[in-house]
């Protein structure tokens, strides 16, 4: 911990540094940059603190945040994540119901700070956010940790078997590790989290329920563009959007007026992607202008926040981004329970288990490259019959793999009537 700590330490101004570079195109990163050293306003009545990192475990905690608000609407609900995307969507999808803060750095005074200003009953912290400071630091002030929705793959596995002793340390101090598989529970156990205290709970990315609102809204846009074959390239990053300009390039002298909804992954690159589809000779719309989508656009650049969802419902089919190039993928759940067939690449391991399902389903298929990608593209695209298949497949899926949300509200009731703690001094500067 002493090691931990002292590197954290020397961390802390370059994580300073990157916050105020990202405050150039986005002013919340200068605007609430204290929040990142455990500074804010005192909130009231010991709420229930839910940690989400970004807009993906934002997503996968909204079932259950929804479920609180619902269950025990007494109880104030803190939501912390570590991006601005990820404050967006809380905003969003949440409003005002709840309060959201950026998470402290993991840093002695910045944690101490923050559970003095936040009091929280209970933390519930979803998937693999392991931070040694902030778990001592709840330890110490007797708040439960409650780990959600875990999921440890077998990279993150061997990553953390480098420091055993500390990872072991930290993973005896959750109350309850609720994993979502039987997988992610036995490293979790082979990492030194006490057997008792582990349970697999299911995934709650599976909790998903169109609103019939989002398909009415979906089918909306359908009309405006007109009878066309529609595509999605969704949360894409650098690397990838040449490979999908060109399949899209490839596919439209198969495909008349077919459009393309590309969606970067990070809202610093939107500007970029846009130029660098301009430049590849595509019509290209912007959805934050509100340009219209004429029978001449080629592409409709995703740049908002928030819309995934709709592009997905207005879709044929959808390419999976972060899975061409090495950074393992994002979620294909929100595609497949809307009935959207998937592709996606070769670097899946973040989320190695829903891909491999996807695939036993029928509900996807997994390529290697851009030949791949027009390839797999071109059957959904002009076969119905297996779009259709695919759909099903992918409906089923979700709805077969869901409960995890009931298992883990089970698990999580007894922390949620824990009556506040004392203030705590607040610390020292970092």
């Given amino acids: 911990m002493i090691w931990y700590t002292l590197i954290a330490r020397l961390l802390l101004p370059f994580a300073l540094m990157r916050l105020w570079w990202r405050a150039r195109h986005h002013p919340d990163y200068a605007s609430r940059w204290p929040e990142r050293l455990g500074y804010g306003e005192?909130?009231?009545g010991a709420p229930v603190w839910i940690h989400a990192v970004s807009v993906?475990?934002?997503?996968?905690?909204?079932?259950?945040?929804?479920?609180?608000?619902?269950?025990?609407?007494?109880?104030?609900?803190?939501?912390?994540?570590?991006?601005?995307?990820?404050a967006a969507q809380v905003s969003m999808l949440f409003g005002d119901s709840v309060i959201h803060r950026f998470a402290p750095f993991d840093l002695p005074g910045a944690v101490t700070r923050f559970l003095a200003m936040a009091r929280p009953r209970v933390a519930v912290i979803l998937e693999t956010e392991i931070w040694p400071q902030l778990f001592a630091a709840l330890k110490r002030d007797g708040i439960p940790v409650f780990l959600a929705n875990v999921r440890l793959s077998e990279r993150s596995y061997r990553r953390y078997r480098r420091i055993p002793r500390l990872i072991a340390k930290t993973l005896a101090i959750p109350a309850v590790i609720a994993a979502q598989s039987a997988a992610d529970a036995a490293r979790l156990r082979a990492l030194g989290a006490p057997p008792g205290r582990v349970h697999v709970a299911g995934n709650m990315k599976f909790e998903l329920s169109p609103?019939?609102?989002?398909?009415?809204?979906?089918?909306?846009?359908?009309?405006?563009?007109?009878?066309?074959?529609?595509?999605?390239?969704?949360?894409?990053?650098?690397?990838?959007?040449?490979?999908?300009?060109?399949?899209?390039?490839?596919?439209?002298?198969?495909f008349p007026g077919l459009l393309l909804i590309l969606v970067p992954r990070h809202p610093e690159r939107f500007e970029a992607v846009g130029r660098l589809a301009r430049a590849s000779g595509a019509t290209v719309a912007q959805r934050s202008t509100g340009d219209p989508v004429t029978e001449g656009t080629d592409v409709?650049?995703?740049?908002?926040?928030?819309?995934?969802?709709?592009?997905f419902a207005a879709a044929d089919c959808a390419f999976i981004g972060g899975s061409l190039v090495d950074t393992g993928g994002?979620?294909?759940?929100?595609?497949?329970?809307?009935?959207?067939?998937?592709?996606?690449?070769?670097?899946?391991?973040?989320?190695?288990?829903?891909?491999?399902?996807?695939?036993?389903?029928?509900?996807?298929?997994?390529?290697?490259?851009?030949?791949?990608?027009?390839?797999?593209?071109?059957?959904?695209?002009?076969?119905?019959?297996?779009?259709?298949?695919?759909?099903?497949?992918?409906?089923s899926l979700v709805r077969g793999h869901q409960g995890a949300l009931a298992r883990t509200l089970a698990l999580l009731e007894p922390f949620l009537r824990r009556p506040a703690r004392p203030s705590a001094n607040p610390g020292s500067p970092e």
Avoid at 300 to 311: C, I
């Fill in 42 to 44: 005192p909130i009231p």
């Fill in 330 to 395: 994002h979620n294909p759940l929100e595609a497949l329970a809307l009935g959207v067939p998937v592709v996606f690449g070769p670097h899946m391991f973040n989320f190695d288990e829903i891909a491999q399902l996807t695939l036993a389903a029928g509900a996807g298929v997994r390529v290697t490259d851009g030949d791949g990608l027009v390839a797999a593209l071109r059957v959904y695209l002009g076969n119905r019959q297996v779009r259709q298949a695919a759909s099903a497949a992918g409906e």
């Fill in 211 to 254: 609103t019939a609102g989002l398909r009415e809204a979906a089918q909306a846009l359908r009309l405006a563009w007109g009878d066309r074959p529609v595509w999605v390239a969704a949360s894409t990053h650098q690397g990838e959007e040449e490979t999908i300009l060109g399949t899209h390039g490839v596919l439209k002298q198969e």
């Fill in 56 to 86: 993906g475990e934002t997503r996968a905690a909204t079932p259950l945040i929804r479920a609180l608000l619902d269950k025990h609407p007494g109880i104030p609900l803190l939501v912390t994540t570590t991006t601005l995307t990820g």
């Fill in 300 to 311: 409709l650049l995703g740049d908002t926040m928030g819309e995934l969802m709709l592009f």
